[in-house]
T-cell receptor
Framework: LAKTTQPISMDSYEGQEVNITCSHNNIATNDYITWYQQFPSQGPRFIIQGYKTKVTNEVASLFIPADRKSSTLSLPRVSLSDTAVYYCLVVTGGYNKLIFGAGTRLAVHP | EADIYQTPRYLVIGTGKKITLECSQTMGHDKMYWYQQDPGMELHLIHYSYGVNSTEKGDLSSESTVSRIRTEHFPLTLESARPSHTSQYLC??????????FGPGTRLTVL
């Protein structure tokens, strides 16, 4: 399973765009990149998943370059309620085991 | 809205007691998982199941056991609880390679 590396913490202010980059140098051909969000005392919640190029949904965008060795989660116009831990995971197709790293603790300030 | 439930939400119990943490989902998902997470720390997969009568140990060694007799139900049992078992236990389910739906968790404290 590919190992991921992401910043331990980030700070932002309300209304700003936040970009969290994750590196996954050993990603395999049939691996997908997935991001989860976790609030204190709750289970993680799926945000977005992608294979290559760009994926966008109602809460975030995921940018994946051609070599797929990194990815960037983009949160547009964050609010205080976006303060959480964000996990980048590489999931092997058909396998569906999630290996969580330490994640990135995002703090959004007024 | 994900329909996955865990009971109890909080449990304080003495050393040596047998406990069962319940997890149920109404989405018909074949795959179910148990994770353990200490406060402020990473989640670790301790058990998973790909269907009825299928159970596997996860990446973190655990003294707990699980069973999967029905698709919707995936209970976790500790035969003899110890203080080292104090943690949050999260159950999840999925239908394929995409998202896992997590329950609210059970916070276990063993005195």
């Amino acid at each position: 399973l590919a190992k991921t590396t992401q910043p331990i913490s980030m700070d932002s202010y309300e209304g700003q765009e936040v970009n969290i980059t994750c590196s996954h140098n050993n990603i395999a051909t049939n691996d997908y990149i997935t991001w989860y969000q976790q609030f204190p005392s709750q289970g993680p919640r799926f945000i977005i998943q992608g294979y290559k190029t760009k994926v966008t949904n109602e809460v975030a965008s995921l940018f994946i370059p051609a070599d797929r060795k990194s990815s960037t989660l983009s949160l547009p116009r964050v609010s205080l309620s976006d303060t959480a831990v964000y996990y980048c995971l590489v999931v092997t197709g058909g396998y569906n085991k999630l290996i969580f790293g330490a994640g990135t603790r995002l703090a959004v300030h007024p | 809205e994900a329909d996955i439930y865990q009971t109890p939400r909080y449990l304080v119990i003495g050393t040596g007691k047998k406990i069962t943490l319940e997890c149920s989902q109404t989405m018909g998902h074949d795959k179910m998982y148990w994770y353990q997470q200490d406060p402020g720390m990473e989640l670790h997969l301790i058990h998973y199941s790909y269907g009825v009568n299928s159970t596997e140990k996860g990446d973190l060694s655990s003294e707990s056991t699980v069973s999967r007799i029905r698709t919707e139900h995936f209970p976790l049992t500790l035969e003899s609880a110890r203080p080292s078992h104090t943690s949050q236990y999260l159950c999840a389910s999925s239908s394929g390679i995409d998202e896992q739906f997590f329950g609210p968790g059970t916070r276990l404290t063993v005195l």
